[in-house]
């Protein structure tokens, strides 16, 4: 069964500084990555996805992530964030057969700070 | 882009009735719908994936019998809470996905409902 685990449940960084949110997975067959972002009392909005090619992947926002199968890892970047990037973000896997449930890592709150 | 809607956005009951949340995919066919649990401050629980026209595949530990869900039509899902109680109050999102579409491996989300149990 595949699995998420994201590394850092809080990460508080300051403004126009660079992050960096850990995200590793588990998986016995080929997957789907992403990553979604959660503002209070919304829905989820998706950054950006790795389904196949280049390992590096832009999203949204500015935000990147890059897929590394040796380490199972698909962390996410921002060179440089801004207030209203402070939010909930959640790294999600999904299987590329069967009935593609979607597994969620327990999440990663982003705290800006001025 | 895909819209998936749900509604109503927030809705509040008495202990011991029961809520109906609707989940619709606009402008796509939903082959497959997906029901979420959030609780405060945590993750995303799959609580069941429903495929049109068939019955639903609960996760362990989610009683079928409490949350009853229907996708009758490639783009309407419910979520039913039975006779509900105080800590079946949580936040519900519904996902869905064309399986037999292009972007088969697209998910796309509702925006919640908040459900309040008093």
């Known amino acids: 069964a595949q699995s998420v685990t994201q590394l850092d449940s809080q990460v508080p960084v300051f403004e126009e500084a660079p992050v960096e949110l850990r995200c590793n997975y588990s998986s016995s067959v080929s997957v789907y990555l992403f990553w979604y972002v959660q503002y209070p009392n919304q829905g989820l909005q998706l950054l950006l996805k790795y389904l196949s090619g280049s390992t590096l992947v832009k999203g949204i926002n500015g935000f990147e992530a890059e897929f590394n199968k040796s380490q199972t890892s698909f962390h996410l970047r921002k060179p440089s964030v801004h207030i209203s990037d402070t939010a909930e973000y959640f790294c999600?896997?999904?299987?590329?057969?069967?009935?593609?449930?979607?597994?969620f890592g327990a999440g990663t709150r982003l705290f800006v700070k001025a | 882009g895909a819209v998936v809607s749900q509604h109503p956005s927030r809705v509040i009951c008495k202990s011991g009735t029961s809520v109906k949340i609707e989940c619709r995919s606009l402008?796509?066919?939903?082959?497959?719908m997906f029901w979420y649990r959030q609780f405060p401050k945590k993750s995303l629980m799959l609580m069941a994936t429903s495929n049109e026209g068939s019955k639903a595949t609960y996760e362990q530990g989610v009683e079928k019998d409490k949350f009853l869900i229907n996708h009758a039509s490639l783009t309407l899902s419910t979520l039913t809470v039975t006779s509900a109680h105080p800590e079946d109050s949580s936040f519900y999102i519904c996902?869905?996905?064309?399986?037999?579409?292009?972007?088969?491996?697209?998910?796309?989300f509702g925006p919640g409902t908040r459900l309040t149990v008093t």
């Open positions: 402008d796509f066919q939903a082959t497959t």
């Open positions: 996902s869905a996905r064309d399986l037999v579409g292009q972007n088969y491996y697209e998910q796309y």
């Open positions: 999600a896997v999904s299987e590329g057969t069967g009935g593609f449930k979607t597994i």
